[in-house]
C-alpha cells in the first residue's frame, strides 16, 4: 500500500510562513489525488486543501489566498505552502492520498504546526 510520510512542521510566529511536504511511496502516484487535512485539539478534522491527479486544487475557505498546495511528480511529493499564518492555524496536518482508480484512501500520522502571536 501507499505510505506517505510528512514533514515541515514546527512553531512559526504569526505572520510567518511554513512549507509542509508528504512523500509518497510506490509507483502510483500519478494517479492519485492529495489532500491535506487538520486536526485542532477539542475539534473535527478539518479538509484544508486538495490537489488532484491532474493538478486541479480545492481550498477551504479558511485558507485561501494564504495556503497553496501543489504536487511535484518526479518527486512523488505533495506540498502545502502555508503563507500569513495565524494562531488558528495551529493544529497536526495530515496528509491523505487517494487511488483515483480504486477509491482507496491513505493517510500520513501527521506534522505538528504551532502559530505563536
Known amino acids: 500500500q501507499v505510505q506517505l510520510v510528512e514533514s515541515g512542521g514546527g512553531l512559526v510566529q504569526a505572520g510567518g510562513s511554513l512549507r509542509l511536504s508528504c512523500a509518497a511511496s510506490?509507483?502510483?502516484?500519478?494517479?492519485?489525488?492529495m489532500a491535506w487535512y487538520r486536526q485542532a485539539p477539542g475539534k473535527e478534522r478539518e479538509l484544508v486543501a486538495i490537489?488532484?491527479?491532474?493538478?486541479?486544487?480545492t481550498y477551504a475557505n479558511s485558507v485561501k489566498g494564504r495556503f497553496t498546495v501543489s504536487r511535484d511528480h518526479a518527486k512523488n511529493t505533495a506540498y502545502l505552502q502555508m503563507n500569513s499564518l495565524e494562531p488558528e492555524d495551529t493544529a497536526v496536518y495530515l496528509c491523505?492520498?487517494?487511488?483515483?482508480?480504486?477509491?482507496?484512501?491513505?493517510w500520513g500520522r501527521g506534522t505538528q504546526v504551532t502559530v505563536s502571536a
Open positions: 510506490g509507483s502510483i502516484f500519478g494517479i492519485l489525488n
Open positions: 490537489v488532484n491527479a491532474g493538478g486541479g486544487t
Open positions: 491523505n492520498a487517494q487511488n483515483v482508480r480504486t477509491r482507496d484512501m491513505f
